[in-house]
């Protein structure tokens, strides 16, 4: 099902904006900043909705770019789907992915992918080579545990990303980002959830056991 998902997005999010006929912006895929009215970008790979920021899937080697939506949950309440669309490329077909995190989760998310530019210098000066933030155990859209975990790396020259790993099933998928795509990631996650968060009703008052009476 996740698949299928991930698939059909990829494939709504590289045409879309071709097929709106709305002009396309330039794509930096160094740029630290979000623009919320960016429709959609052209890079290399094609046009992809918004105004993503670029990574690597690090098992493949392939280019991705991020998207976010907001998608409430009966159960967990409003919900961040933080994705990244994965262009067919390099003779290997498109695909993607997508992390679901409840609003403390996304936030968490959100901080650590902006710690980016303050864990390189702390990395640099203690001569630290990887740490690990985790987010904690994430649930799934099938229902099944999963584990999402925010980590620093820096090379020996002091060079560092940030990598996104996401445990599913027992198996790793990890994402490269540079220091300022993770801190673009980080401002579109934030718009999105504060936007859905700003424009979800408040929830309904708890019941009042005298009023109640009345209405037996």
């Not at 280019?63 to 309440?77: L, Q």
Request: glycine share 10%; with cysteine.
């Amino acid at each position: 099902m996740r698949q299928g998902f991930s698939t059909a997005f990829m494939v709504f999010a590289l045409v879309f904006g071709l097929a709106a006929g709305v002009s396309a912006d330039a794509f930096d895929p160094d740029r630290a900043t979000f623009d919320p009215e960016s429709k959609f970008v052209i890079t290399p790979f094609g046009a992809i909705i918004g105004d993503p920021a670029q990574l690597t899937d690090l098992s493949t080697g392939r280019i991705g770019f991020t998207y976010c939506s907001a998608v409430p949950d009966k159960d967990r309440g409003l919900l961040l789907m933080a994705s990244i669309v994965i262009p067919a490329q390099g003779g290997a077909d498109g695909g993607g992915h997508a992390m679901m995190l409840p609003v403390e989760q996304a936030r968490a998310f959100i901080t650590f992918l902006r710690k980016g530019p303050e864990w390189a210098k702390v990395a640099a000066d203690n001569k630290v080579g990887l740490f690990s933030k985790p987010i904690g155990d994430v649930i799934g859209a099938e229902g099944d545990p999963e584990h999402l975990s925010i980590k620093f790396v820096s090379d020996e020259q002091s060079n560092g990303s940030v990598r996104i790993e996401h445990v599913l099933g027992g198996v790793t998928r990890a994402f490269g980002l540079g220091i300022n795509p993770a801190l673009k990631y980080a401002a579109q996650a934030e718009f999105v959830l504060e936007t859905a968060l700003a424009q979800t009703p408040d929830s309904a008052p708890a019941e009042d056991a005298e009023k109640s009476k009345l209405f037996e």
